[in-house]
């Protein structure tokens, strides 16, 4: 019999059996490296675009701009195409998702993951041998379906391995090796753009490595137990089941991920399921959770924090310096929630997260705002300040909404809407990444310091909502989400009286919506 725990939920919640083991760890650790691909871009993409060599070959007028930096402060390098350059991969990866979704969903979660890492090396051959813009965009438009594919499988592959008491700290791996994948990108960066003229190859290129360790790794890792049950293969589950958790008595697991994968087998449209009002309360809270993670502004400063950090009056190579140091804080940080997101929970990390985060966008706006003039920089000691709270504010991101908007959308869907639900998660992540890629550097033009001001009211907005509408999620089995997380909230829990009804009318008449 499994043993009980009571939850803060006021439910009782199986605690299956089991210890983390070494496979798990492997697994864990290979896996990872599709979101050390993902940071890796992220990273890269901003101290590419400010390296001379790269844009005198395709941005000759953003270079031409560029040598008459000090006419305006805020509008260097507002550029529409090479904000495409950037952002372009967002949209291919938006679209590559919905159909990584089908393919967790039939294949599972390894095949994924392996599409994902050949779309991403030929992605990276274009780019690093680029020798037309065109090649720069199909090649970014590659990595885009590489960084989909992984972004949908990697947090499911995670949560669905990880034992519910380990489930938050596992699965923010994938968001630790997001932030290696950055600060690798901006020490790659700083060294690269001393190598003339191809410094931005050696950068672009570089990106083929984690992509080689997740295609190789994969073979030896494993399929997660969820999707080899979902499929029906039984005997292969339990078996997997046996080998991850470090012991033969998984019976009440298995059971119940062999329920949760009935019940997933009888839903023949997952996307319409997600349409009914059961699905609502975590298909809100997944998209949001990626909505506010991008209106943040934290991509602000992950792809432009060289720009940033040139405008406030750094040179350029204190500019990238700097970036390697907020890159350090993002991955330093992001340790503090592997340790408490389990223990500590999800919603207290989101709420003080969002205090920290709110005073320091209002400080460095106040800054901006009564110091930096359109020409001119703030004198030395304020843009000290002005790194230092950006470095705060980094701390604060990278302990809550960074890591918490991949493990929230993985864990809180049932089984049959999963694939689907996440699909929502990680296009909404692109979709608004690629808004703020594009239109930052317009925003900054024409607001100025007043940037600030809108994404701190955007972080005052996504506390109150974190406050009434997101859950408490930690220790709780992953396929025990309904029973014990919704139908015991104290708003979403009207979406969830006509779930049973839901499912009834399913069966009887299947294409009634
Ligand atoms: C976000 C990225 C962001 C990164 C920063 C991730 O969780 O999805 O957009 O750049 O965190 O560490």
Same mark, same amino acid.
């Given at each position: 019999m499994p043993a009980v725990v009571v939850t803060n939920h006021g439910g009782d919640v199986p605690d299956f059996e089991g210890k983390i083991t070494i496979y798990v760890i492997i697994?864990?650790?290979? =896996?990872?490296?599709?979101? &050390? +691909? $993902?940071?890796?871009?992220i990273g890269i993409s901003g101290g590419v675009t400010s390296m001379d060599d790269f844009l005198k070959k395709f941005f000759m007028n953003v270079y031409e701009k560029k040598k008459h930096v000090h006419e305006n402060n805020y509008c260097k390098y507002n550029?529409? &195409?090479? @904000? *495409?350059? %950037?952002? #372009? &991969?967002?949209?291919?990866? *938006? &679209?590559?998702? $919905?159909?990584? #979704? /089908? *393919?967790? %969903?039939? +294949?599972? /979660?390894?095949?994924?993951? @392996?599409? =994902? #890492?050949?779309?991403f090396m030929v992605g990276v051959g274009l780019q690093a041998g680029g020798i037309n813009i065109v090649m720069i965009v199909c090649g970014r438009i590659m990595l885009g379906i590489g960084v989909g594919f992984a972004n949908q499988a990697v947090p499911l592959f995670l949560s669905e391995l990880a034992p519910a008491k380990m489930r938050g700290a596992l699965n923010i791996c994938f968001q630790l090796f997001i932030t290696i994948g950055i600060l690798a990108a901006g020490i790659i960066n700083y060294f690269t753009s001393k190598v003339h003229p191809h410094g931005w190859r050696i950068s672009l290129g570089l990106a083929i490595v984690p992509a080689v360790i997740l295609l190789i790794g994969s073979f030896a890792i494993c399929e997660t137990p969820t999707s080899l049950i979902e499929r029906k293969n039984l005997d292969e589950g339990k078996a997997t089941l046996k080998k991850i958790r470090g012991t033969e008595d998984v019976i009440p697991e298995f059971e119940s991920i062999v329920a949760a994968s009935e019940m997933a087998r009888q839903v023949k449209n997952p996307f319409s399921k997600l349409m009914k009002p059961s699905s609502r309360p975590p298909l809100i809270i997944a998209i949001l959770l990626q909505v506010f993670q991008q209106f943040t502004g934290i991509n602000a400063i992950m792809f432009y924090a060289p720009v940033l $950090?040139? %405008?406030v009056g750094f040179g350029s190579n204190a500019s990238l310096l700097s970036t390697v140091i907020t890159g350090l804080v993002n991955v330093f940080s992001t340790l503090v929630s592997i340790y408490t997101v389990d223990w500590a929970g999800r919603r207290i990390l989101l709420l003080e997260a969002c205090v920290q985060m709110f005073l320091t966008q209002t400080v460095v706006g106040l800054i901006l705002l009564i110091d930096l003039k359109t020409t001119g920089s703030l004198n030395h000691v304020e843009a000290v300040i002005v790194v230092? *709270?950006?470095?705060?504010?980094? +701390?604060?991101?990278?302990w809550s909404w960074g890591p918490l908007g991949w493990l929230i959308p993985s864990e809180t869907f049932p089984l049959?809407? /999963? %694939?689907?639900? $996440?699909a929502f998660a990680v296009s909404s992540n692109m979709l608004f990444t690629f808004i703020i890629a594009q239109a930052f550097l317009s925003m900054l033009c024409h607001m100025r310091a007043g940037i600030f001001f809108f994404f701190a009211a955007w972080i005052l907005v996504m506390g109150l909502f974190t406050l009434f509408f997101v859950p408490e999620t930690k220790g709780v089995p992953i396929d025990s989400m309904v029973e014990k997380v919704w139908k015991q909230h104290w708003f979403w829990k009207r979406y969830m009286v006509d779930a049973d009804d839901e499912e009834i009318k399913e069966q009887v008449h299947p294409h009634v919506k």
């Open positions: 697994c864990v650790f290979i =896996a990872a490296f599709g979101g &050390l +691909m $993902f940071g890796y871009d550029d529409a &195409l090479l @904000q *495409l350059f %950037t952002s #372009s &991969l967002y949209i291919a990866a *938006l &679209l590559a998702s $919905f159909v990584a #979704s /089908r *393919l967790c %969903t039939k +294949m599972g /979660r390894k095949p994924t993951m @392996q599409i =994902a #890492s050949i779309f $950090f040139q %405008t230092v *709270l950006v470095c705060i504010f980094v +701390m604060g991101f990278a049959e809407t /999963r %694939t689907a639900g $996440f």
